[in-house]
């Protein structure tokens, strides 16, 4: 059986074991959201030894190079060694600035820096708290905004979330490694028609793909449409509506789960150009997709991440 090391740890492990799975099983804390590679929320170095990879394609020739795999597709082969990031030695500390409810569900974290990070508009963060990680998306703009924001799904109970909600203000959390996520704005799309689709917190980077278009004054229609549980979880309806009032090429649409499935039925695209950035449940996703290719949405002109229901 293989053996698979971190640190002064070093344990056997089934030969063709997931990587990830290995490593949170015997208590070395990798964060993961998407498991399909997408995130690269669990990244980690080899530092002796390397795991078969089922997606080779999914970091840069220097990233491999330098032993970087992604966790959640590797399988343990041969004896291995891994850095896993440590948060206490590696992590960037930060300040809790914020704590507010949106919704019954939906608390918003502030987080002021101890030094400024370069991200874009749709990226991921990985939060610890302790020993306990969580990648989010950043719901703020760098260029606008002095804090970092996210929006965090609080209906089902975990360790992460658990966590937060026991946060003061002035507390200290641990930012991990920023990773680059699906989402994001192309000032190549300028005069493109532009839908911006959410579901639930999904809703939260794309306000910022919004409002990084908006700054760099996309010229396209741009329409977001918000599906939420009920009205009440229509958390940004206000700030939303101020945007749309200011901004003639801005559409937004608040659906409801209850009337989700005749508003699908009815979308229509006015351009073959358009350009679509979904988020949210891997079920919202779909629908969403699915709709949009029968409408006939080339493929490759939809962008998607998919928000797991881990706590």
């Avoid at 969580?134 to 996210?150: I, M, N, T, W």
């Avoid at 908006?214 to 309806?237: F, K, P, S, T, W």
Wanted: proline share 5%; net charge neutral; aromatic share 6%.
């Amino acid at each position: 059986m293989p053996e698979l090391r971190v640190g002064e740890r070093l344990w056997s492990v089934a030969a063709g074991s997931n990587l990830l799975d290995a490593l949170n099983q015997n208590g070395a804390t990798v964060p993961y959201s998407c498991r399909a590679g997408n995130c690269h929320a669990c990244l980690v170095q080899c530092v002796r030894g390397l795991p078969a990879d089922n997606r080779p394609d999914a970091l840069s020739a220097v990233q491999r190079q330098d032993g970087w795999r992604l966790a959640c597709q590797c399988q343990v082969i041969e004896d291995l060694q891994v850095h896993t990031f440590d948060p206490l030695t590696d992590g960037r500390p930060a300040q809790v600035e914020a704590l507010d409810w949106l919704s019954d569900n939906l608390l918003r974290l502030r987080l002021i820096p101890q030094r400024p990070l370069r991200y874009s508009a749709g990226q991921h963060l990985v939060l610890w708290i302790g020993h306990i990680a969580r990648p989010y998306s950043l719901a703020s703009l760098p260029e606008e905004d002095r804090f970092l924001e996210f929006h965090l799904d609080c209906r089902q109970p975990g360790e992460f979330v658990d966590a937060v909600q026991k946060l003061q203000i002035g507390d200290s959390i641990r930012l991990g490694e920023l990773r680059g996520g699906a989402l994001h704005y192309d000032p190549d799309w300028h005069d493109r028609p532009l839908w911006l689709l959410a579901a639930g917190s999904g809703l939260g980077p794309l306000f910022g793909v919004l409002r990084e278009a908006l700054r760099q004054n996309h010229q396209g229609a741009i329409r977001v449409i918000h599906l939420a549980h009920d009205a009440r979880e229509h958390y940004l309806a206000k700030p939303l509506a101020a945007l749309a009032a200011q901004r003639e090429n801005l559409s937004v649409e608040l659906w409801t789960a209850a009337d989700s499935a005749a508003a699908l039925a009815q979308l229509r695209l006015v351009s073959r150009q358009t350009l679509a950035l979904v988020c949210g449940s891997t079920a919202s996703v779909d629908a969403f997709a699915k709709r949009l290719y029968l409408a006939g949405l080339p493929r490759n002109q939809l962008l998607a991440d998919v928000f797991l229901s881990r706590s």
